[in-house]
């Protein structure tokens, strides 16, 4: 199994919701990564969890809190978000720091 | 090819053709590369990857060339297909370093016309 799934697919909230990303991995990666992608731009990294501990986190406003439950699982929490944070939300895993990541499908957020 | 600024870059081929897509990386010490496709509403999908050790490295009908002499990376797609079009990224890491840390290119949108 080399698949990194995400849920919901799509979602929609107000800037008074909370809501939760979900990622997972039964690959035994030990790496586990959130990523916001604009539209015709790059991935840029948001957190970096290792050995389910918070390894980076870069610079990412309070509104999201990400968690890391087990080896398997990766959650991002939402709260307060403002409706630039709308985006394509990735998950991904690696081995370890220097190999590949695998993404996931991505969460496509939009904030009203 | 990859390129600083605000447009994303295209590259526009025929079917059959042979594409080229180019990068250029900005840190020295970067030493694990990787192409990745993204299409059209999925997540990123890992084509091929290069340490700094090599200088070519080839997969099915894709090569990827790096010269770190000059900081460039490009990848090679042999007889395009329809099915290969999409963005790619170039990204580059620093295994040396402390982090984790992937640093994407611009990204690249590769149009093949039939």
């Known amino acids: 199994d080399t698949e990194v799934t995400q849920t919901p697919k799509h979602l929609v909230m107000g800037m008074t919701n909370k809501k939760s990303l979900k990622c997972e991995q039964h690959?035994?990666?030990?790496?586990m990564y959130w990523y916001k992608q604009k539209a015709k731009k790059p991935p840029e990294l948001m957190f970096v969890?290792?050995?389910?501990?918070?390894?980076i986190n870069e610079s990412v406003p309070s509104r999201f809190s990400p968690e890391c439950p087990n080896s398997s699982l990766l959650n991002l929490h939402l709260h307060a978000l403002q409706p630039e944070d709308s985006a394509l939300y990735l998950c991904?895993?690696?081995?370890?720091?220097?190999?590949?990541?695998?993404f996931g499908p991505g969460t496509r957020l939009t904030v009203l | 090819g990859e390129s600083v600024g605000l447009h994303l870059p295209t590259l526009s081929v025929q079917e059959g053709d042979n594409s080229i897509i180019n990068c250029a990386y900005s840190?020295?010490?970067?030493?694990?590369f990787i192409w990745y496709k993204q299409e059209s509403g999925k997540g990123p999908q890992f084509i091929i990857d290069?340490?700094?050790?090599?200088d070519k490295r080839q997969g099915q009908r894709v090569t990827v060339l790096l010269n770190k002499t000059v900081k460039h990376l490009s990848l090679q797609i042999a007889a395009t297909q329809p099915g290969d079009s999409a963005v790619y990224f170039c990204?580059?890491?620093?295994?040396?370093?402390?982090?984790?840390?992937?640093?994407f290119g611009k990204g690249t949108l590769l149009t093949v016309n039939p």
């Open positions: 991904a895993s690696s081995q370890d720091r220097d190999s590949r990541q695998y």
């Open positions: 690959m035994g990666h030990r790496a």
């Open positions: 969890y290792s050995y389910e501990k918070l390894s």
């Open positions: 840190n020295s010490a970067s030493d694990y």
């Open positions: 290069i340490r700094s050790n090599m």
């Open positions: 990204a580059e890491n620093n295994s040396g370093g402390s982090n984790y840390k992937l640093t």
